[in-house]
């Protein structure tokens, strides 16, 4: 392990989109303009307290060759898929689901009024996984390790490892995926500092959901609503802003393959996205 400490790299900022039935987001991955992280393909957030931004929710669709990651902060929403899973997720939980060959799933919010705020992260799937059968990972908010660190602080491990100040190794609940992701969510206060050692080849990202952050020893800033590359080390330093920080820590291992993305579907070539199409179309996206 190299203790070098990383450096902010490329910046992305937020933008406006909708998507689904006309939920409003703010997009910050995405890998149809080519702004991705290996193997980070999508990063969405979606707040707000007025209904309107959200109650149409995400009506079924199809995916397939990719994982999906939706974690909720605030709020409540429901899953459902063509192979008749239903899953309720709740403010602090975390849905991991692997697309696989195909699934056709809906995501919709419980609620019709009050906030929702959360994120959804697409995370690539190496070829020989593409065409595996889809699974599901299902955690509420109590399945997860947290730290305070005082004064409003705290760190809540989504996946991966970390060693809390007392030595001891504590382990997120997410497990089995074959890019070993560390998840973190973290919220300093002002003046809280917090280090996390990782792998030098781990591709690792920050995205800033509230107040401001200072990254590495040269503290370059980001600011709430932007991602933020992590470059050239391994140990990540991420400093409150002045008006404190509350933001996600995501690093993996990069698969190394191409990636061609059209609409819902994530695949290594063209020709196997005009299958996925195809076979969506004749009613098959889910089939061996």
């Known amino acids: 392990m190299n203790h070098k400490t990383r450096n902010l790299g490329k ?17 910050s991955l995405s890998p149809a303009h080519y702004a991705f992280f290996d193997p980070f393909l999508l990063l969405d957030e979606f707040a707000s307290d007025e209904s309107a931004d959200y109650i149409a929710g995400f009506p079924e669709h199809p995916h397939r060759g990719f994982e999906t990651v939706t974690y909720l902060l605030q709020g409540a ?5 063509h192979m008749g899973n239903t899953g309720h997720l709740r403010a602090g939980g ?4 692997s697309a696989g060959r195909g699934v056709i799933h809906s995501e919709m919010p419980e609620q019709d009024n009050g906030r929702l705020h959360g994120f959804q992260l697409w995370v690539n799937l190496p070829a020989r996984e ?63 500092h917090l280090t996390v050692p990782m792998p030098l080849d781990y591709t690792a990202m920050v995205y800033v959901y509230q107040g401001d952050l200072e990254v590495g020893e040269d503290r370059r800033g980001l600011s709430a ?24 820590l995501l690093a993996a291992k990069p698969i190394g393959e191409p990636v061609v993305q059209s609409g819902p579907f994530v695949m290594n070539t063209q020709a196997e996205i005009d299958q996925a199409f195809r076979a969506y179309r004749e009613g098959v996206l889910t089939k061996a």
């Open 225 to 248: 609503g932007q991602a933020g590359q992590l470059v050239d080390g391994g140990e990540v330093l991420l400093s409150a802003g002045a008006n404190g920080a509350g933001f996600l």
């Open 77 to 81: 929403m429901r899953h459902q898929d």
């Open 11 to 27: 910046v992305i900022a937020g933008q406006a989109v909708t998507d689904g039935a006309g939920v409003k987001l703010k997009r």
């Open 94 to 97: 975390v849905q991991w689901m």
């Open 130 to 192: 593409k065409m595996q059968p889809p699974c599901y990972q299902d955690f509420a908010a109590v399945d997860f390790p947290v730290v305070n660190f005082g004064g409003g602080g705290r760190l809540t491990l989504l996946a991966g490892e970390f060693i809390d100040s007392n030595g001891d190794m504590l382990k997120g609940a997410i497990t089995g995926i074959n890019t070993q992701p560390l998840l973190v969510d973290a919220v300093l206060a002002i003046g809280q």
